[in-house]
């Protein structure tokens, strides 16, 4: 079995027992030192431990959807709030239900450290093997690839929590009690080290593998991926000048965060997003696109199989992906209850409203022709291959609500709304209560809507046809987004912001800011360029776990979280859009009322860790 193979299966399967395995080793008991020794002297379980260093990549399709949860944190996704009941804790802290003693089943806190110690010890110990044919550059490019995992785990904590306890190596094991008890290093300090590490060892690391089985493995443009998403993460509001963090120190009485903004964070960002974009092109990388026969962009079929497609089918967007994802889980929770489904995997009233309309134009924009009330009269084709809708370029059908007519392609391929035709069983989808697909029942859209974007068309629960297609964790149109709003910030005059912004929007099939046909006035000011980027990013990116860390960093938490979410009637029994009739499925309802404090910017530090360390401090407003 190759060395990738293995990683991919200890992904799936092995993690925790591998790690549980490693702990042994590290006792200072002389028999498990000779067990760590065993470990390292054999090729085949020094490549399972470092396949086990690997196993926390998150999963993006179910670990963003339930485990991780952070499209549904996000005003994305909307799982049926009955699925509580069954374990789904992230809808509680949806509600604001959650406090430090809260379970969150990932436990960054916990487990990231974890694989980081595992990968230390790694770097400790191996080294070349000329009997089982480990040379020393192999070994040289597997500690390349741990370098890399600590740098990336690291990462992720500090999105996760922002302050956190940080040391480079091994623990000694001979230190005294309170030198091994680490309070929380200021929030710049770990940044700048994860910024400098990822940069060397994209340096040491290949651009691609020519092996196929070797997809997965660390590369130096997921190195520099990683890398610019931080530096974007660390110029914004969250983090760099929030007065609201001024006086929260840690044990040692360091400010956390720098209370001062640094304009020179938004530079670097965009030189990460740069020097990411450039290399990704150099190895190779493009937006996916696919086309009409008269040679048009076909944005439909673009959109959709940019995250179905492998790069030996030609879809070279993919920047970092997991091998193996539970696609299963993800496609069957959102598949129609009458189709085999479990039916309650929906997105929220808010992201229907953001998606643009045919013509580019927001639908709060006087020139959209939007109209919410009432139903179509004809089919409305487009030049698409796309045949979700009945094939031959209808879109939408005749008596389609109008409020779901004349959207860009992007909201075909993400929504499955009231109405949809639905392939596979060769009908239109009908959520109305007590009709096929509808309640009353928890497995049903308690607000009218499916999720549709990553949803293989193809999965079909009751035969257990599922097919394959690599978890996205970064992607080069996001790279596109990151360097336009970084740009934005540091240069807003520079031309390679509408460039980049509207190479999205091209892809996307929709009228370009200043250029092409039908051509949409270019914004006239940072402000006004700040929000087309932040639009776009809202309905380019959505689902895709990116919407609550952009949430948060742009520190618009309590306006967008904070209050009523709405949807379609979920009670309702007729299709009628009259807002007098309760029974009228077509009319805007609050299904919950979601809460969103200063606390929820970062996740509380786990009270049992405090409880055990009293160098740490709590993350602000969680006392």
């Given amino acids: 079995m190759t060395t990738t193979r293995r990683i991919m299966k200890v992904m799936m399967a092995l993690g925790g027992i591998l790690f549980a395995s490693c702990t042994k080793f590290l006792d200072r008991m002389p028999d498990d030192q000779l067990t760590l020794e065993m470990v390292f002297n054999d090729k085949t379980r020094t490549e399972d431990w470092l396949a086990g260093v690997y196993s926390n990549i998150p999963d993006p399709y179910w670990g963003y959807a339930r485990h991780l949860g952070w499209d549904p944190l996000s005003d994305d996704m909307a799982p049926s709030t009955g699925w509580e009941q069954f374990g789904w804790t992230v809808i509680g802290k949806q509600t604001g239900n959650w406090n430090p003693s809260s379970e969150w089943e990932p436990n960054y806190w916990v487990e990231l450290p974890k694989r980081i110690r595992s990968a230390y010890i790694f770097l400790d110990n191996v080294k070349p ?37 940080f040391q480079l190596g091994l623990a000694d094991p001979s230190a005294s009690e309170e030198e091994l008890m680490l309070g929380q290093s200021p929030f710049d300090q770990v940044v700048d080290w994860i910024d400098q590490e990822l940069l060397e060892v994209s340096r040491l690391l290949p651009a691609s593998y020519s092996a196929a089985q070797k997809y997965g493995r660390a590369t130096s443009i997921m190195s520099l991926a990683v890398r610019a998403r931080l530096l974007l993460f660390a110029a ?58 008269d040679g048009t962009i076909d944005a439909f079929m673009s959109y959709q199989n940019m995250m179905f497609r492998r790069p030996q089918d030609g879809n070279n967007e993919i920047l970092f992906a997991r091998p193996q994802s539970d ?33 580019g134009r927001a639908i709060d924009d006087p020139a959209s022709g939007y109209v919410e009330k009432g139903f179509s009269t004809a089919d409305e084709v487009r030049n698409t291959k796309w045949i979700e809708s009945q094939g031959n370029g209808k ?11 004349h959207r860009e392609p992007r909201f075909y391929i993400s929504v499955l709304y009231n109405g ?16 096929w697909d509808g309640g009353p029942t928890h497995d049903a859209p308690q607000n009218g809507y499916l999720l549709r974007k990553k949803v293989h068309p193809d999965h079909d629960p009751r035969n257990g046809t599922n097919p394959y297609r690599p978890g996205i964790v970064y992607r080069l149109g996001e790279a596109y987004l990151n360097y336009a709003e970084a740009l934005n910030e540091s240069d807003p005059t520079h031309t390679d912001i509408l460039k980049y912004l509207n190479l999205i929007r091209e892809r996307a099939g929709i009228p370009q800011y200043g250029k092409g046909p039908n051509a949409l006035p270019v914004p006239t000011s940072q402000e006004a360029m700040r929000n087309a980027i932040r639009r776009e990013r809202r309905v380019e990116l959505n689902n895709e776990g990116i919407r609550y860390r952009d949430i948060r960093r742009w520190k618009i938490g309590e306006q967008t979280l904070n209050g009523n979410f709405y949807g379609m009637n979920f009670s309702g029994t007729e299709r009628d859009d009259n807002e007098s009739n309760p029974n009228a499925f077509f009319r805007r309802m609050v299904y919950q009322r979601r809460a969103f404090t200063a606390k929820n910017y970062w ?3 786990p009270q049992s860790e405090i409880d055990k360390n009293p160098n740490l401090v709590q993350n602000p407003f969680w006392d």
Avoid: C
Wanted: net charge negative; glycine share 8%.
């Fill in 129 to 165: 093997n000329p009997a089982q044919l480990v040379t020393e550059e192999e070994v040289n490019l597997m500690k390349a690839e741990a370098r890399f995992m600590i740098a990336y785990y690291y990462s992720l904590l500090v999105e996760t929590y922002g302050a956190i306890p």
């Fill in 395 to 405: 879109v939408t059908l005749a008596g389609t609500y109008n409020m779901y007519t």
């Fill in 603 to 605: 996740f509380p530090v």
């Fill in 420 to 435: 949809s035709w639905f392939r596979r069983e060769n009908r239109t989808t009908q959520f109305y209560s007590g009709h």
């Fill in 327 to 359: 696609i299963w889980e993800y496609d069957k929770h959102a598949q129609p209850r009458g189709t085999g489904g479990n039916g309650g995997l929906g997105i929220t009233q808010s992201l229907v409203d953001a998606f643009f309309m045919e013509n």
């Fill in 236 to 293: 914004s509001p969250l983090v760099n000048g929030n007065p609201d963090y001024a006086g929260f120190v840690n044990n040692k009485g360091e400010e956390i965060y720098n209370p001062t903004f640094n304009e020179n964070k938004w530079t670097r960002a965009a030189d990460a997003s740069k020097l990411l974009i450039e290399e990704a092109e150099k190895a190779g990388h493009r937006l996916y696109y696919e086309y009409n026969s």
